[in-house]
């Protein structure tokens, strides 16, 4: 029975390894752009704070819920650029915890576009805790005194082409693909599979209020998984913005958000289900908050 529970956990751990998605994902892709590529440290001229907070398939018992705050912004005086975030993600017993820092350098190719480069280094911790397991076997009682913590390092790289109209992206994370081993059996142990991203958007500025933005980001684990979200976005006066979204065979939402003067940021995004789990969930909320610091370049 307990050859039974250590698969069972490590189905719960690695569930999202089923849908291509180890790593959180975000409807508001676009404002969190950071922590999915390494190469966006440096390509603005200020630091920025950005928090993601996602509370997915609410109404499911211990849904999983993500937090994540990015720290990152330029060098003073070089092409390059520093920074960093924390990420939470848990899910009933099980929850995953990840510090990343990353570097960007960016040269110039024309006059109004530029490449960056970047590379992240990341330490991951996944937990499961025991205590909050209710076996029906005598023989696994054990299992509820035990809580299960194991570290790994982690590494990405990307690739970000940009202007004052455009973006296309590609990163790649989870490059070194280490093996996830619950408590001390070794049925327990699953391997990190590389997920990539390509992120793409241009923007249409229809007059001096309005502008039309249509973006993309596929990501998935090659060969065989893969999946895609499209949105478009119509802002005003750089202040306040409405979209609607699609991701693939999951989901439809909607987003708004609220700009105070290009400094402080607020985001919505509502997601609603297109699959046969949304009888047993009221949706999937998500919030933005974001500011943006002074100039330094």
């Known amino acids: 029975m307990k050859r039974i529970t250590y698969i069972l956990l490590t189905v719960i751990l690695c569930f999202t390894e089923l849908s291509a998605q180890q790593l959180p994902q975000y409807t508001q892709y676009m404002f969190n752009d950071f922590v999915v590529n390494p190469a966006i440290a440096g390509i603005h001229d200020y630091y920025q704070i950005r928090t993601n907070h996602r509370f997915q398939w609410v109404g499911l018992v211990d849904p999983p819920m993500t937090n994540s705050i990015a720290f990152y912004g330029p060098h003073a005086r070089h092409n390059m650029g520093y920074g960093g975030y924390i990420y939470s993600d848990v899910t009933g017993p099980t929850s995953r915890t990840g510090i990343t820092g990353s570097y960007g350098y960016n040269i110039e190719l024309t006059r109004e576009i530029r490449l960056s480069m970047g590379l992240s280094g990341s330490i991951l911790q996944y937990r499961v805790d025991g205590t909050q397991l209710n076996p029906r076997d005598p023989s696994d009682e054990v299992l509820q005194n035990v809580i299960s913590t194991t570290y790994m390092p982690d590494a990405g790289v990307g690739l970000y082409f940009y202007s004052d109209y455009f973006y296309a992206g590609f990163s790649a994370a989870q490059l070194l693909n280490n093996k996830i081993q619950i408590f001390e059996n070794r049925d327990g142990l699953n391997r990190l599979k590389t997920h990539f991203y390509l ?26 998984e893969f999946g895609f979200d499209i949105t478009a976005r119509v802002e005003w006066q750089k202040m306040a913005w409405g979209a609607l979204s699609y991701r693939f065979h999951e989901a439809v939402a909607i987003l708004l958000g609220y700009s105070y003067d290009e400094t402080l940021y607020f985001g919505y995004a509502y997601d609603i289900g297109i699959t046969e789990l949304r009888k047993y969930n009221t949706g999937t909320h998500e919030l933005m908050i974001g500011y943006r610091f002074n100039d330094i370049k």
């Open 199 to 224: 992120t793409g958007a241009y923007r249409f500025d229809i007059n001096r209020d309005w502008m039309v933005e249509p973006s993309v980001i596929v990501k998935g684990t090659a060969p065989k």
